[in-house]
């Protein structure tokens, strides 16, 4: 987690300092304001362009691997919601392997249905501008729409904590690995940062 996380800040302060303000600013293309950042950064260098194509396969591979990870990852939501049974009982069920396959497939079909719906009819029947324009939009729509969802799901995280304490502590000090203060300090902090998330997300 942290590596990933000095990998955003790391990502972020880089185009700041190569691009300036316009990096902040652009929100048309964030895909080829990443691989131009590179080429201008190591333009000299004989490289330069040689790393430049190491960045475009790495954008290339993320958005790849990314909505495979996310299907797995929200396929978890909709077991839980499962097991509830706030929905069919059957999207909660997992197969010989453990995996929760009913849920993947029902979240798939979604998804696919979706797109088609988004990319293949909605430009016909409105005047959303230009394909690229429109792609641009989905993405920044669902990656907010995601956020979201996991800002609220990680409240419960720290909400249960608070709950498991207070209904049985014995059993509570009993299984804890991390000392008191540092709970108390996450079910402070932990809340406070994901209602942050959501509301400069909505904004």
Request: contains cysteine.
């Amino acid at each position: 987690t942290l590596i990933v996380l000095g990998a955003y800040i790391l990502t972020t302060l880089a185009l700041l300092i190569v691009v300036g303000q316009r990096a902040a600013a652009s929100t048309s293309n964030p895909a080829a304001l990443l691989i131009s950042t590179v080429d201008t950064a190591f333009g000299a260098n004989p490289f330069g362009k040689f790393l430049g194509s190491i960045t475009a396969l790495g954008i290339i591979g993320f958005f790849v691997i990314v909505p495979i990870v996310y299907n797995i990852a929200f396929a978890r939501l909709l077991l839980v919601a499962g097991i509830d049974q706030r929905l069919p009982v059957g999207i909660g069920k997992l197969n010989k392997q453990r995996v929760p396959a009913n849920a993947i497939h029902f979240q798939s079909t979604i998804t696919i249905l979706l797109t088609m719906i988004i990319f293949f009819i909605v430009p016909y029947v409105t005047h959303l501008g230009d394909a690229a324009a429109l792609a641009n939009e989905v993405y920044f729509v669902m990656q907010a729409a995601t956020t979201l969802v996991w800002a609220v799901s990680s409240i419960f995280f720290f909400v249960n904590l608070g709950i498991f304490y207070t209904r049985d502590r014995r059993s509570f000090h009993l299984h804890r690995i991390f000392p008191m203060p540092v709970l108390f300090i996450c079910s402070i902090v932990g809340p406070v940062a994901c209602f942050a998330a959501i509301v400069d997300t909505l904004l």
